[in-house]
């Protein structure tokens, strides 16, 4: 079904000026609703993306503990569009479960995927755990650094080596392939409340500490790595009495993480990133303000030729892009920019036909005033650029701690899940369309 706007807001798109300052361009894009995500709304979830399937991992739907079920969505199933032939509804797999009893309910995690020898994998971890705080004997919510893979092929979770680094949620990661090789990259967050230390002996020693982060790991899939744990066992003594007897063991855990040392973004958390042609963009997240700077890692600097070089005469690892915001009192590129700014958004590509087909990055949602803004990168000339916002204006909410699944394989982009202030859970899936006028906006057949 087909709804047309009211006029006065198809002029207001009309008047509107590119932050390009070049030229007078209206809002592009527009959203369409696919679906409804089949087990209730929630919002920070944990996601990654497999083929052509996304992945929905735990997330907080207003009760505590959070949620543990996995869900996924199959994009390229399902009915086809009757206005548009060339994409389908896509199709949910509720039938997956919920993950291992050892991984505790989360929110505010990250999710990530890989591909090893011929094998595609998930893998979730960090984040606020619902767990039993021995020394105030109670539930409650601790940030952790524990990490779990999951395979597609037999429905199971495994453990891996934890972030040595400290407990975190609200990270951001990203999978590159370095070398040949695919990693996985975790950064940022903040660690506050009650840390659990999941590399070795609990500890709490960073309770309430609430420190933003901005350090670096790659996750090796590859080796193993030995962890120390404790073993708690009951014992009686002479009079019966049970007693716990507490002793240390060492466990072997999948592949290995290692620093990079030289992070160059700020401190945050809530950040997001996006890649492109196998780099990473990283930008947005809070500190305790909202955080405006842009940067760009490529860890393969011999493919990185931009005319940046560090002191070995190589193309920079990392570079610091344009500002996302409006400090530029004599240029005009960025006088609309102060919408840029945000935390708990999302990121993600989309395939434009009318740009040579290239993936271009976007940023939606958050908690920022104008978070429901839509805002697409242009890479070749470092400037962003305004495009529909999220659902067409249908509702002034904003959204933050949604989940996006990005397909490059066929170019397409869905946003889904979502908190509005501290009651409204969202079970939506939108898909964005690019490039197309923003006079109509589609709902379900």
Same mark, same amino acid.
């Given at each position: 079904m087909k709804i047309f706007r009211n006029v006065s807001l198809i002029l207001v798109t009309i008047a509107y000026v590119s932050c390009s300052g070049t030229s007078e361009d209206p809002l592009i894009g527009d959203w369409d609703r696919r679906s409804v995500f089949p087990i209730g709304g929630r919002g920070y979830a944990a996601s990654f993306v497999i083929d052509n399937t996304g992945y929905v991992v735990g997330g907080f739907d207003g009760t505590n503990p959070p949620r543990t079920e996995v869900v996924a969505f199959v994009h390229n199933l399902g009915s086809v569009l009757t206005h548009d032939q060339t994409r389908t509804m896509g199709q949910w797999n509720r039938d997956l479960g919920h993950h291992s009893e050892?991984?505790?309910?989360?929110?505010?995690?990250?999710?990530?995927?890989?591909?090893?020898?011929?094998?595609?994998?998930?893998?979730?971890?960090?984040?606020? *755990?619902?767990?039993?705080?021995?020394?105030?004997?109670? #539930? #409650?919510?601790?940030?952790?650094?524990?990490?779990?893979?999951?395979?597609?092929?037999?429905?199971? @979770?495994?453990? !891996?080596?934890?972030?040595?680094?400290?407990?975190?949620?609200?990270?951001?990661?990203?999978?590159?392939?370095?070398?040949?090789?695919?990693?996985?990259?975790?950064?940022?967050?903040?660690?506050?409340?009650?840390?659990?230390?999941?590399?070795?002996?609990?500890?709490?020693?960073?309770?309430?500490?609430?420190?933003?982060?901005?350090?670096?790991?790659?996750?090796?899939?590859?080796?193993?790595? +030995?962890?120390?744990? +404790?073993? !708690?066992? *009951?014992?009686?003594?002479?009079?019966?009495?049970?007693?716990?007897?507490?002793?240390?063991e060492i466990v072997e855990l999948p592949g290995q993480w290692t620093a990079i040392g030289d992070a160059h973004f700020g401190k945050r958390a809530g950040g997001v990133a996006f890649v492109i042609d196998n780099k990473a963009y990283i930008c947005n997240g809070v500190n305790p303000t909202n955080i405006n700077d842009f940067w760009v890692f490529n860890p393969n600097r011999e493919t990185y030729i931009d005319g940046f070089l560090d002191d070995d005469g190589k193309p920079r690892v990392w570079r610091q892009l344009r500002t996302m915001n409006?400090?530029?009192?004599?240029?005009?590129?960025?006088?609309?920019?102060?919408?840029?700014?945000?935390?708990?958004?999302?990121?993600?590509?989309?395939?434009?036909?009318?740009?040579?087909n290239i993936l271009t990055g976007h940023i939606v949602g958050g908690s920022q005033t104008n978070g429901s803004t839509n805002w697409e990168y242009d890479e070749d000339d470092d400037l962003w650029m305004q495009r529909t916002s999220f659902m067409n204006h249908q509702f002034a909410q904003h959204r933050e701690g949604m989940v996006s699944?990005?397909?490059?394989?066929?170019?397409?982009?869905?946003?889904?899940?979502?908190?509005?202030?501290?009651?409204?859970?969202?079970? #939506?899936? @939108? #898909?964005? !369309?690019?490039?197309?006028?923003?006079?109509?906006?589609?709902?379900?057949?």
């Amino acid at each position: 079904m087909k709804i047309f706007r009211n006029v006065s807001l198809i002029l207001v798109t009309i008047a509107y000026v590119s932050c390009s300052g070049t030229s007078e361009d209206p809002l592009i894009g527009d959203w369409d609703r696919r679906s409804v995500f089949p087990i209730g709304g929630r919002g920070y979830a944990a996601s990654f993306v497999i083929d052509n399937t996304g992945y929905v991992v735990g997330g907080f739907d207003g009760t505590n503990p959070p949620r543990t079920e996995v869900v996924a969505f199959v994009h390229n199933l399902g009915s086809v569009l009757t206005h548009d032939q060339t994409r389908t509804m896509g199709q949910w797999n509720r039938d997956l479960g919920h993950h291992s009893e050892e991984m505790y309910p989360r929110q505010q995690a990250v999710g990530f995927s890989l591909t090893t020898n011929g094998n595609s994998y998930g893998y979730v971890g960090s984040g606020w *755990i619902w767990k039993h705080i021995e020394r105030d004997d109670r #539930e #409650e919510y601790a940030t952790a650094n524990d990490f779990w893979r999951y395979d597609p092929a037999d429905n199971t @979770w495994q453990e !891996i080596a934890p972030l040595p680094a400290p407990p975190r949620r609200g990270a951001f990661a990203f999978s590159l392939t370095v070398d040949g090789k695919e990693y996985g990259f975790v950064g940022g967050g903040t660690t506050d409340r009650q840390g659990f230390d999941f590399n070795g002996i609990p500890s709490f020693t960073i309770a309430n500490r609430n420190e933003f982060l901005n350090d670096l790991w790659r996750y090796d899939p590859e080796g193993s790595t +030995q962890v120390m744990r +404790q073993v !708690i066992t *009951i014992e009686q003594d002479a009079n019966g009495d049970d007693f716990d007897v507490v002793t240390e063991e060492i466990v072997e855990l999948p592949g290995q993480w290692t620093a990079i040392g030289d992070a160059h973004f700020g401190k945050r958390a809530g950040g997001v990133a996006f890649v492109i042609d196998n780099k990473a963009y990283i930008c947005n997240g809070v500190n305790p303000t909202n955080i405006n700077d842009f940067w760009v890692f490529n860890p393969n600097r011999e493919t990185y030729i931009d005319g940046f070089l560090d002191d070995d005469g190589k193309p920079r690892v990392w570079r610091q892009l344009r500002t996302m915001n409006s400090v530029n009192p004599d240029e005009s590129f960025d006088d609309d920019y102060r919408p840029l700014g945000r935390t708990g958004g999302v990121a993600y590509t989309v395939r434009v036909p009318e740009r040579n087909n290239i993936l271009t990055g976007h940023i939606v949602g958050g908690s920022q005033t104008n978070g429901s803004t839509n805002w697409e990168y242009d890479e070749d000339d470092d400037l962003w650029m305004q495009r529909t916002s999220f659902m067409n204006h249908q509702f002034a909410q904003h959204r933050e701690g949604m989940v996006s699944f990005s397909f490059p394989s066929t170019g397409r982009a869905f946003i889904a899940l979502g908190r509005s202030g501290p009651a409204q859970f969202w079970d #939506e899936v @939108w #898909e964005f !369309i690019p490039r197309v006028d923003d006079v109509v906006f589609r709902d379900l057949q």
